[in-house]
């Protein structure tokens, strides 16, 4: 392998000037060798006070594009077949849910997990769907240190949470952004299973929004608690069941209901809490838009009411054939 040996202190000069003739080889690795730096040529070039030498460089080391790439070689096509191909990764944890057909091969895939994502330090199997009161995950660490708290950073917000303790989606993030850039300065908001907080700090931090946070989870209010004071926002934390807390609250602008499974049942109570012209972000499960808007309608229509939508949209998937969706609207009489 031929190599531009180049002294230290003209390396950077001469490494642009091998890009910019397209001579730099990008296979192998850069040599340092006591004062000089070796260059990998794809092709002759002449540099002033350079010669060109043979050396058995070493290649690089590439980092796999994507879990299954990791995975070829490891395990057999029916097995890769099986990986998935999106998983969360909370801040230095990535949270996987496998088919039973590979969970035997839990272990490979999470070392192969960590090989993709260089900045992991945990890999966690969820062996339970989101459930119980709480609405908190089974997770089982298989690989990495033995921990399943971390901190996460979204829209330069820093959250601190434990994967199997509190509910949290990083899918989520654009979503979050979404709403949160529809607010009006100063608007009164009020976000119901708040979880550690991501809507709530969000808001508070960039639409300077008076919110209310609500959370059943007593774990989620203690890091929601920790979250607020850690990104310096004023938010209301009220620990307690949505429908028994948010009568004594007062009224808002907007209020935020993520919370797909239960949501329908907690509508009376918001739109209870809802001024006059405010607006409700509804969260639901559903196979398409029209199911989405069409069952809210339904449970409004009982109410003697009926949504005004501004907007309907898909905001991630359940499982191969629902899909959540977020309704923006207003309450109007029937």
């Excluded at 230290?8 to 003739?21: P, Q, S, V």
């Excluded at 995975?71 to 088919?99: H, R």
């Amino acid at each position: 392998m031929e190599y531009l040996k180049v002294q230290r202190e003209f390396a950077e000069d001469a490494r642009r000037k091998l890009i910019r003739e397209d001579a730099l080889e990008r296979e192998h690795e850069i040599v340092h060798e006591g004062d000089h730096v070796l260059f990998p040529l794809k092709k002759k070039i002449e540099v002033a006070g350079c010669e060109t030498v043979e050396r058995e460089g070493p290649l690089k080391t590439r980092k796999p594009r994507s879990l299954r790439e990791a995975l070829e070689g490891k395990l057999s096509d029916e097995d890769l077949a099986n990986v998935p191909t999106s998983y969360n990764i909370v801040g230095d944890i990535a949270v996987l849910e496998l088919d039973e057909k590979i969970m035997d091969k839990r272990e490979v895939i999470a070392e192969a997990l960590m090989d993709t994502f260089r900045n992991l330090k945990v890999v966690a199997l969820k062996t339970e769907m989101v459930s119980g009161e709480y609405r908190t995950p089974t997770v089982e660490v298989i690989a990495g240190e033995k921990r399943t708290e971390t901190l996460h950073r979204e829209h330069g917000c820093l959250y601190k949470l434990d994967v199997s303790e509190a509910y949290f989606s990083p899918r989520l993030a654009a979503e979050r952004r979404r709403v949160v850039d529809q607010m009006g300065r100063g608007e009164h908001l009020l976000v119901l299973f708040a979880g550690v907080g991501p809507y709530a700090i969000l808001a508070a931090k960039d639409a300077d929004a008076k919110v209310t946070a609500v959370e059943l989870n007593p774990k989620a209010v203690e890091y929601m608690r920790w979250n607020v004071r850690k990104n310096r926002v004023d938010v209301d934390v009220v620990e307690g069941d949505a429908r028994e807390v948010t009568p004594s609250l007062g009224k808002f602008d907007r209020i935020i209901m993520p919370l797909p499974k239960l949501a329908d049942t907690f509508l009376n109570v918001a739109v209870e809490a809802l001024n006059p012209n405010g607006i409700i972000h509804y969260y639901s499960f559903a196979h398409n838009t029209l199911e989405a808007t069409g069952h809210l309608a339904e449970v409004l229509g009982a109410m003697g009411l009926r949504p005004d939508i501004l907007d309907a949209v898909e905001c991630g998937s359940y499982s191969p054939c629902l899909s959540r969706y977020c309704a923006d609207f207003r309450v109007e009489s029937l």
